[in-house]
């Protein structure tokens, strides 16, 4: 499996990005870490560049309803149908409404990473 790990935003905390895509290396899979402050036009190319599986966001700084809707248009716009997972501090509401907007995984704060990459090859499958 072949993951991008993206930080979408202003957001300039990168900790659980970082620990999250040593996790899936830790697993055998490919994990591409974007690096901080992208915008959703360039978390979609670079999924469409690198042909990836999944898409896993982390957004720390509260704009998951704003960013997320946005990163889900770009990449269809770029025709990605590629899942998305978003881990971040995201209410049990937010999550619900992020779902129906087609995010495969909400995490919140303190998953398990084992969890975080088993719910990720499920998106895959």
Do not use: C, N, W
């Not at 697993?27 to 469409?48: C, D, F, K, N, W």
């Not at 946005?70 to 269809?76: D, R, T, Y």
């Not at 995490?107 to 090859?121: K, Q």
């Amino acid at each position: 499996m072949k993951v991008l790990v993206a930080k979408v935003g202003l957001d300039g905390h990168d900790r659980g990005a970082l620990l999250v895509a040593r996790a899936l290396r830790d697993a055998g899979h490919e994990a591409i870490y974007s690096g901080l402050h992208r915008t959703p036009p360039e978390v979609a190319q670079m999924a469409a560049e690198e042909s990836v599986d999944v898409v896993a966001l982390g957004i720390l700084s509260g704009a998951h309803m704003t960013l997320v809707p946005k990163v889900l248009s770009a990449m269809e716009t770029e025709g990605i149908s590629t899942p998305v997972a978003v881990g971040g501090i995201i209410s049990d509401t937010e999550a619900k409404l992020l779902k129906e907007l087609g995010v495969g995984a909400v995490f919140p704060p303190g998953t398990p990473m084992a969890e975080v990459v088993s719910t990720l090859e499920s998106l895959t499958e």
